[in-house]
């Protein structure tokens, strides 16, 4: 076991590239058993979550060959098997993103059922409704989810929550369906609209994607292609509130502006001056924070996936900060973390109210989640002493090289072993 051991830091300065992004890397990995032909990935993030969906293809028959920094070569003509190993599916519930693909193709899955988390019990009903929709027998038993269809049929499917993973694997099972499958209420994020662009340049009939209708005309086969993972929204926001929290002056490179516009907007009323320049963004906080609310929705709203950085962050904005969690039931776990660092918070159900401006102090803290334990590392930068963020493979599934990259700009943060 590892930890982090991070000191107070100062100022933040200089530059940080972002790698590829974690969820739109996993769905488009999984969709690469659509293809029958080579498929060339680039800007794929070296985590171990993508390590684990490349393992999850190596088991179903999928050829899987790493050809450099980022690049992959994935090969699904011989698909062989269609049922995944418990061992793969319970290191990662986003391995169920193999459902869609293996249902579309071979007409059959099966899978442990994907368990829940610290953040909440990551119900899977709406990927299941649009699976039956499209004609397809499910049985749950024992732990296990299969998925029958001797033929899959377009239908139009409404999802009652616009769920990430839902619109991904009902649209990844659709491409090869016949006729027309319609999602209304479909999920809007930027990971989506990756994922149909890859999906399209595989020969796939999608249209709509980023907005809440998606339409997809089932095609009989997929074949290969070149793609480039778009940059990660989330680890961009991450930098950014670092160099707020430290009162820097960061460059973060390798942007889509136009998905930072939460962010972005949170950080302006936070005081922060920020330069958008093309494929970057410069965050620059020379004066004190003032307090902000956050309210965590569906894209285009403020990102769940950043709650827990801006938390970091209020405790240093002085006044009363609110933060309203509306995506996931239980996703204020970092709190009581933050709490031994001295955070003034209190929790009332979905709604965190933080007093900020206290000083924090180093404590010993434990990644609860992955964007949890970015926030740990946020708090440490500030907080005298040293911070010991303990269970980080939470972090590294989702931040590639996190320390190398906290180091170039400034920050005193190293690995270390845990003593037994
Ligand atoms: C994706 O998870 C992301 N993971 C999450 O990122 C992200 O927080 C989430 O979307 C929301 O943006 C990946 O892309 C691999 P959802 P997903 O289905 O697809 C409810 C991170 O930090 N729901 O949109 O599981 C669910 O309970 C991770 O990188 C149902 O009720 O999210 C939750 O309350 C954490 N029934 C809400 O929808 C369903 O069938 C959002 O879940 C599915 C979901």
């Given at each position: 076991m590892e930890k982090l051991l991070v000191e107070s830091s100062g100022r933040l300065q200089g530059k940080v590239r972002i790698s590829g992004a974690k969820n739109a890397a996993l769905p488009i990995l999984a969709a690469c058993l659509l293809g029958t032909e080579d498929i060339y990935l680039e800007e794929v993030p070296d985590l171990k979550d993508v390590e684990i969906m490349c393992q999850v293809l190596e088991s179903l028959g999928a050829k899987v060959k790493k050809v450099g920094k980022g690049e992959l070569i994935i090969n699904s003509a011989n698909l062989n098997n269609y049922k995944t190993k418990y061992e793969l599916m319970s290191k990662m519930r986003a391995s169920f993103l193999v459902m869609g693909p293996l249902l579309g193709r071979l007409g059959k899955t099966e899978n442990s059922l994907p368990g829940g988390c610290s953040i909440g019990s990551r119900p899977i009903d709406l990927h299941l409704k649009g699976f039956k929709a499209l004609g397809a027998k499910v049985q749950t038993d024992f732990g296990n989810i299969s998925a029958y269809a001797?033929?899959?049929?377009?239908?139009?499917?409404?999802?009652?929550?616009?769920?990430?993973?839902?619109?991904?694997?009902?649209?990844?099972?659709?491409?090869?369906?016949?006729?027309?499958?319609?999602?209304?209420?479909?999920?809007?994020?930027?990971?989506?609209?990756?994922?149909?662009?890859?999906?399209?340049?595989?020969?796939?009939?999608?249209?709509?994607?980023?907005?809440?209708?998606?339409?997809?005309?089932?095609?009989?086969?997929?074949?290969?292609?070149?793609?480039?993972?778009?940059?990660?929204?989330?680890?961009?926001?991450?930098?950014?509130?670092?160099?707020?929290?430290?009162?820097?002056?960061?460059?973060?490179?390798?942007?889509?502006?136009?998905?930072?516009?939460?962010?972005?907007?949170?950080?302006?009323?936070?005081?922060?001056?920020?330069?958008?320049?093309?494929?970057?963004?410069?965050?620059?906080?020379?004066?004190?924070?003032?307090?902000?609310?956050?309210?965590?929705?569906?894209?285009?709203?403020?990102?769940?996936?950043?709650?827990?950085?801006?938390?970091?962050?209020?405790?240093?904005?002085?006044?009363?900060?609110?933060?309203?969690?509306?995506?996931?039931?239980?996703?204020?776990?970092?709190?009581?973390?933050?709490?031994?660092?001295?955070?003034?918070?209190?929790?009332e159900e979905r709604k965190a109210i933080v007093n900020g401006g206290k000083p924090l102090h180093g404590a010993k803290v434990r990644a609860t989640d992955l964007r949890a334990g970015a926030a740990l590392i946020l708090a440490g930068l500030t907080a005298t002493g040293t911070t010991e963020v303990h269970e980080i493979y939470h972090i590294d599934r989702g931040y590639e090289n996190i320390e190398e990259k906290f180091r170039k700009l400034g920050a005193k943060i190293t690995r270390a072993k845990v003593e037994d």
């Open positions: 001797d033929r899959l049929v377009g239908q139009k499917i409404y999802l009652d929550f616009p769920s990430v993973g839902a619109t991904e694997n009902i649209m990844m099972a659709a491409v090869l369906a016949e006729g027309e499958t319609i999602i209304d209420n479909a999920a809007m994020e930027p990971e989506i609209v990756d994922l149909s662009n890859f999906l399209r340049k595989l020969g796939a009939n999608v249209i709509g994607a980023g907005t809440s209708t998606i339409k997809i005309k089932g095609v009989p086969e997929l074949k290969g292609a070149r793609h480039s993972v778009i940059p990660d929204r989330i680890e961009a926001g991450t930098f950014m509130v670092a160099a707020a929290i430290t009162g820097g002056d960061v460059v973060v490179e390798n942007v889509i502006l136009n998905h930072m516009k939460p962010v972005i907007a949170k950080l302006r009323e936070a005081g922060c001056r920020i330069d958008e320049e093309g494929e970057s963004v410069r965050v620059l906080c020379e004066r004190g924070l003032k307090p902000i609310d956050i309210k965590t929705l569906p894209y285009p709203g403020f990102p769940t996936d950043m709650q827990a950085q801006f938390l970091a962050l209020m405790t240093r904005c002085n006044g009363i900060n609110i933060a309203i969690e509306t995506v996931f039931e239980n996703r204020f776990m970092h709190v009581d973390e933050l709490k031994k660092m001295g955070a003034d918070i209190r929790v």
